[in-house]
Each structure stands twice: as C-alpha cells, then as structure tokens.
C-alpha cells in the first residue's frame, strides 16, 4: 500500500498498487483549506456540517403513555436543527470510482500560516509525487490540483515560488471556494455571534439551539495565524502566482453563494396526543406524536441574519459563509458560482459532475463510490462538545471519544483543565491501535453567558495538537458581549531572550516579564534552570492576579564564542500551557548587540 508516514502526512496513492493505475485517467492531487486534513476528500461528513437542507426531520412518535402531554418541560417548544445528511459522497471516491490516480494527504500546520504546509509541499510532496508517482506507466503525465479554501492559496503559492518547475508537473490547477482576493470571516465571528442571539432572544427564545449552531458554524470563522493571513490587506496576496505566470497550466476557479448551513424547528405536539387511543380498547392510553415546524424568520440560518450586519462572505447570494463570491474569483481564469456554501463544495453533486466533465470523465460512467474514514488517524468525536442551557449554579457532563487507527500505538497528552466553567482531568496514555479512550467533560453554568473554549490535545499521531471546541450558556437571556474578549492566555514580553555578545567568563542579564489579563488568577511555575547550563534561572510557583504581572530574571554567561540556544518553559493553568520562551546568546565577535529589553 502506498501510504507513507507522519513526516509526509500519511501521503496516500490509490490504487496502491502502480499497476493498476490508469494511463488514460488523470493523476489528481488534493489540497484542503485552513484546518483540515485528507478527511475532508474522504470523510467530508467529519466536520458536521452536513445539515439536510431539502428535507424535514421525521415526525417525533412516543406510546403508551397515562395521560397527554401536560407538564411544562413538555408543553414548552423543544428547538433543534435540521437532521444530518446521509447520502454525502466524496472527492476522493468520486474520482477513483472515475478511474483517476488520487494523491491525498494532510498539510502540516493546518491552522498555521501558509509557510508552514508550503515547506511541506516543496521538500516532501512534490519530489514524492514526481519520483515516485509519475514514473513507469505514468512518465510524463502532469497531474491535475484540485484545492478547497486555502488549498488554492498554497497551490499558488508554490507557483510563485517555482512557476517554470510548477508547469513540468502540473497541467491544470482547480480551486474550491478559494479567497483568492481574501477574506473577511476572520472579522465576522463576533458579529455572527451578537446578530444571531438578537434573532434567537426576540424569535426563538433562550435553549441549547442557538449555542449548538453558533459553536458549529462560527467554528469555523477562527481567529487562528492561519486566517488571520487571510485578510485581504495581508502581504501574502503580492506573493501569489496569478493565471499570466503560468500560461501553460489551465486555472479554473468556483466559489459558493449560499449560507444556508442549517434550518430550525420546534418541535409541537400534534391534536391527536391529546385524544386517547380508542382503537386499541381497553388499552386506551394516549400516543403522542410531535411534528417539526419550520421557525418564520430565523430559518435557515445563517440568511436569516440582515445583510446589514454581516460582510459578504455571509451575505446569501454573494458568498458561501467563509469566502465571498467576488473574492474567490481569480483574474485571466473561468469562474463559476454554485448556490453552496463552503462546506457543501466538498459534497455537491453538481460540482462533482463539473469538474468531472473538465477531466474528461462524466460522472454518469462513475462505477460504485466508496467513501469512509481512513485507516490511518487519531479521530476525536465529537470535536465540539455542545453542553446546551443548563440552570445557573449547576453542571451538565459530556463524555469525548478518543480513538486510534494509525497502525500503531499512540500516545495522547491533555492537561488537567484550568480553573473555570469547563472541567476535565489530566490524560497521559498509550491508546493501542484499534482501541479508544473515553474523557469526561463538564460544565458548571456561573451566569446566562455563552462560553467557550478550545481545548488543545496532544498526541504522537499526525495532526497534533487537536484542537477541540467547548460551549454552554446559563439558562436566560443573552447578555450584552463585552467590547473585546479577554485573552485566554498570558502575555510574555519579550518572546525571545537576545542576549546578544557577551565576553566569555562575563554574563548578562535579562528580565522576562509574564502578565495575565485574563481575568482570573493564574498560577505559572517555572522549573530551576539546570545546574551546569549557559542560561539560568531560578524556580518559580506562584499564582499571578488579573490584571498584574511578575518578572524572571535570566542570566547568559557564555562559554565559548559559539552561539547558544536554549528553551524557558512556562507551564500555567491555562489551555495554552506549556508555553516556550526562546533564549539567544553568543559570545563575542560577529553578533549584533540586540535592542535593549
């Protein structure tokens, strides 16, 4: 089997076997966008977003019953969402049920800026797909890109870089909902959040229905480095290749104009739960049935919302909910919009029938399409854990699934929880191949707020750290956000220790200076530099208040004129512990005296 290793982020060829690939078939290559993986082609399904929008959820049947529906917890609305789909196909098997060689893997860094999965791409992938790939019955094919989101973004990133290397292996280049011209959805979570609990507290009323779709699709509008080099006004929109320097690859671009990711019901009893069941005498106990009924003027979301309030990129009919149309267009390339939104591209059968018709294949000859997880993974379920309303001053308990197919063992790491609404103990285990692990989860309701948090897992398995989503909300009304939110982790300045020269048998001295602004009281320890070590600093244990800070003093004192590295841990009862301060230093002679610090 073609499946390489971590390094190369489980690299995938299907078919494995070279034999069986086709010279008359395409070799397509997938690229997916900020915060994915080789999931995304195959398992698209696994981000649960797969909302069904063309169909009502079925009627709600309960029997047997003494008396009809009369308690209050039963005669008021119960809201939910829109059930999931089950007929999603994929990318990945649409194209071999196709015939093509599909080349599939998971970047690095998958919410890190681009240069992190385009070093990747440059040193690992593309000498492996050319020296490994395109070689016996396939020597001299080029091979078709096919990217979602970011993807494209990479792909002509590496074209800029390498646009005469680009144009020996590559013959076509096709994005999905790609922000070309940037995007502004990292701005836009904020303000989803605040428009749509204005609809839910005037439409729906307070319940788990609002905090359940906010913490899904407003997931998706993060603030991590990645998207945040999405704006339009970053530098890395002037380092990308365009059509014109690279005229011997086709570029083909598509963008979505639907936002509708869910749509909302209650859910009534119907007149006959109220009757009893005379047809079944002399056991006349009352059947009961609930029937969902679309909510008027919060349905679907999110174009429920005001085109005021929201960009473009949520706009129905200008963007797909992360990228606006206008923006995903590419200049010198054919452009079409589809009615999905961002998620859907990676299912939509009218996209799999376009594009299928561009590689010369009609999906009408597509033989049966398998798709499923891969065998190969570390798989969290469910990535985001939706506690619901719970009463003020009490607690609601989820249990997160952890489950290893990588082919081996695999170490996973969770810190204890910090203080706060979210609870869970500390994981330090060996989980074997094929088997899984349960963690308990809980929140304890302190006020009517919504909140969040992400939790960061670690583990020896590729992709790591897992990034997990929180929420919960006290039961009652939506309170007014705050302006900004409150850091959830501390603040270190500097973030890198410069020593700069210092004369061997001399020392220097600098202050790190850690404060907490995240509105609670952090403890932080420090472990005692190790005796013997060109850096030192004392032990430190010790709880720093919001709102202050606390000084550690590291001394330099050089050995030799070489220059010295060295890591300061700062472990803390936040999610982002343990955090690492780089120290730098050099003896004397070639080295810039660094500013004051």
């Not at 917890?73 to 649409?94: A, I, K």
């Not at 998706?220 to 006004?233: H, K, M």
């Not at 404060?515 to 600093?537: K, L």
């Amino acid at each position: 089997m073609t499946i390489l290793g971590r390094e190369h982020g489980f690299l995938e060829v299907e078919p494995h076997d070279p034999a069986d690939r086709r010279v008359d078939r395409e070799v397509v290559m997938l690229l997916h966008g900020l915060g994915g993986s080789k999931d995304d082609w195959r398992f698209p399904a696994w981000r649960d977003y797969h909302w069904d929008l063309a169909h009502d959820p079925p009627d709600r049947e309960s029997d047997n019953h003494l008396t009809p529906p009369l308690l209050p917890s039963e005669l008021l609305p119960d809201f939910g969402l829109s059930p999931m789909r089950t007929d999603v196909r994929c990318w990945s098997g649409v194209l071999k049920a196709l015939g093509h060689t599909v080349i599939n893997y998971s970047q690095d860094g998958p919410q890190d800026t681009v240069a992190v999965p385009l070093a990747q791409f440059e040193r690992r992938t593309v000498p492996f797909v050319r020296n490994e790939v395109l070689t016996g019955r396939l020597a001299g094919k080029r091979v078709v890109l096919l990217c979602h989101s970011r993807g494209g973004i990479l792909a002509r990133a590496y074209l800029h870089h390498h646009p005469d290397e680009g144009s020996e292996w590559i013959s076509r280049l096709i994005t999905l909902c790609s922000p070309h011209q940037g995007t502004l959805a990292p701005h836009a979570r904020q303000r989803l959040v605040d428009a749509a609990a204005v609809i839910g507290s005037a439409v729906l009323g307070p319940g788990p229905l609002l905090v359940a779709f906010i913490s899904r699709v407003a997931g998706w509008l993060d603030e991590s480095d990645g998207a945040v080099q999405l704006l339009p006004s970053d530098p890395i929109f002037g380092e990308l290749a365009s059509p014109a320097d690279v005229p011997d690859i086709d570029v083909r671009t598509f963008a979505g104009t639907s936002v509708r990711y869910t749509r909302v019901y209650n859910w009534q009893y119907t007149p006959g739960s109220y009757v009893p069941n005379w047809s079944d005498f002399p056991d006349i106990r009352f059947d009961w049935t609930q029937v969902p009924i679309e909510v008027p003027f919060a349905s679907p979301m999110l174009d429920a919302l005001p085109d005021v309030v929201v960009d473009d990129e949520q706009d129905n009919g200008e963007g797909d909910g992360l990228v606006a149309d206008v923006r995903a267009r590419l200049p010198g390339a054919p452009h079409e919009s589809f009615p999905v939104n961002h998620a859907e591209a990676l299912w939509d059968e009218e996209l799999f029938a376009r594009v299928a018709r561009l590689v010369g294949t009609p999906l009408s000859g597509a033989g049966s399409v398998e798709c499923g997880r891969p065998q190969v993974g570390l798989s969290i379920e469910p990535s985001a854990v939706t506690f619901g309303s719970v009463a003020v001053g009490e607690s609601a308990s989820r249990t997160v699934r952890i489950k290893n197919t990588t082919g081996g063992p695999v170490t996973v790491r969770l810190p204890a929880s910090p203080p706060g609404v979210f609870e869970w103990a500390a994981v330090d285990t060996e989980i074997p191949d094929g088997e899984s692990i349960t963690i308990p989860m809980r929140f304890h309701a302190v006020d009517r707020a919504i909140r969040t948090e992400t939790v960061r897992i670690t583990s020896t398995a590729a992709g790591s750290p897992h990034t997990m989503q929180l929420a919960g909300k006290g039961i009652g009304g939506f309170p007014t956000p705050p302006e900004e939110p409150l850091p959830t982790r501390l603040a270190f300045d500097p973030t890198l220790l410069n020593f700069g020269p210092v004369a061997v048998g001399g020392q220097a001295t600098r202050q790190l200076r850690i404060r907490n602004d995240t509105g609670r009281s952090v403890r932080i320890t420090i472990d005692a530099s190790t005796q013997g070590s060109v850096f030192q600093w004392p032990a430190l244990d010790t709880s720093i208040a919001t709102g202050t800070e606390r000084q550690v003093s590291v001394t330099f004192r050089p050995k030799t004129n070489a220059i010295a590295t060295g890591t300061l841990v700062v472990t803390s009862t936040t999610a982002a512990s343990p955090e690492l301060i780089n120290l730098i230093g050099k003896g004397p002679g070639g080295f810039p005296t660094p500013a004051g610090n």
